[in-house]
Nanobody
Framework: VQLQASGGGLVQAGGSLRLSCAAS????????MGWFRQAPGKEREFVAA????????NYADSVKGRFTISRDNAKNTVSLQMNSLKSEDTAVYYC????????????????WGQGTQVTVSS
């Protein structure tokens, strides 16, 4: 499975961005998808995850109420809608896929996209 993330950019604090991740193969039947981010000098951290059907989601406390993860299995895509962005959301965002249940640990994911930069100016 190859993943291609897009949608990053520069936005002012309080603004919104929508990230997308396109998969090269059908992921809807068995893959959970996740978004992670890594800021300079920091470890990669969990942002959000969604199960194969889209019926269950999980979020890091830092983004709850602001970010929404969704997926379209017909198009093999997963999205991350980011609202009320803060400067501390600045990072490279990665989408990832794994078989089985969604998970908040990056080590559980087998497939990774190349990352897309999100910069929030204050």
């Amino acid at each position: 499975v190859q993943l291609q993330a897009s949608g990053g950019g520069l936005v002012q604090a309080g603004g919104s961005l929508r990230l997308s991740c396109a998969a090269s193969a059908r992921t809807g039947s068995s893959f959970a998808m996740g978004w992670f981010r890594q800021a300079p000098g920091k470890e990669r951290e969990f942002v959000a995850a969604i199960n194969w059907s889209g019926g269950s989601t999980n979020y890091a406390d830092s983004v709850k109420g602001r970010f929404t993860i969704s997926r379209d299995n017909a198009k093999n895509t997963v999205s991350l809608q980011m609202n009320s962005l803060k400067s501390e959301d600045t990072a490279v965002y990665y989408c990832a896929a794994k078989t089985g249940r969604m998970n908040g640990s990056s080590r559980a994911y087998d497939y990774w996209g190349q990352g897309t930069q999100v910069t929030v100016s204050s």
